[in-house]
């Protein structure tokens, strides 16, 4: 399974990661390789509780498109 993950840089150091398809499945990290693990962790939990809960698992309908804009 794949989803979009988005991962921010922290102001105070580290990043934040969250999948938006996933509602709530959100992590951080130190570095940008540990935020990715963890997401990658974090995932694995989410989609393990649907799955025992017996509830679907969600489709990704999210775009993600930069949008020039005059400054």
Known sequence: MKYTV???REEDG???AFAPAL???HTQGDTL?????NMREAMK????SL???GEPFPEED?????IEVAA
């Open 51 to 53: 799955s025992a809960a």
């Open 14 to 16: 580290g990043y934040h």
């Open 45 to 48: 939990l989410y989609i393990d």
């Open 23 to 25: 509602h709530g499945c």
């Open 6 to 8: 988005i991962l921010e």
């Open 33 to 37: 390789d540990e935020a990715v693990e």
């Open 62 to 66: 999210i775009y993600v498109k930069p």
